[in-house]
């Protein structure tokens, strides 16, 4: 099972992107998919996560101006992110924190896709 994330680029201040993220292989089912970023210099922190009833939570800092959505048909997970600022550069990383291959076998877990550089410029 692999995570391959799309979207990412360069942009002005203001603003917007989509990222994309959809997983390939044998899957069941998918739990909760999350965005997290990383920063030159930075940890890597959460951005925005989605459980499979499509509840979503957000940072603080990008709460209005990003949303997170899922396609579970396609087990995809989706970031608009609007009205962008340049501490918004980072390297984006989609992730999903459970993922079935059937209903009887063990799943995988904590699973990272490749990053996606975003660069919002001022």
């Known amino acids: 099972v692999q995570l391959q994330a799309f979207g990412g680029g360069l942009v002005q201040a203001g603003g917007s992107l989509r990222l994309s993220c959809a997983a390939s292989?044998?899957?069941?089912?998918?739990?909760?998919m999350d965005w997290y970023r990383q920063a030159p210099g930075k940890q890597r922190e959460l951005v925005a996560s989605?459980?499979?009833?499509?509840?979503?939570n957000y940072a603080e800092s990008v709460k209005g101006r990003f949303t997170i959505s899922r396609d579970i048909a396609k087990y995809t997970v989706y970031l608009q992110m609007d009205t962008l600022k340049p501490e918004d550069t980072a390297v984006y990383y989609c992730?999903?924190?459970?993922?079935?291959?059937?209903?009887?076998?063990?799943?995988?877990?904590?699973?990272w896709g490749q990053g996606t550089q975003v660069t919002v410029s001022s």
């Open positions: 992730h999903a924190d459970q993922i079935a291959v059937n209903h009887w076998s063990r799943p995988e877990y904590d699973i």
């Open positions: 292989g044998s899957i069941f089912s998918i739990n909760i």
């Open positions: 989605i459980t499979r009833d499509s509840v979503a």
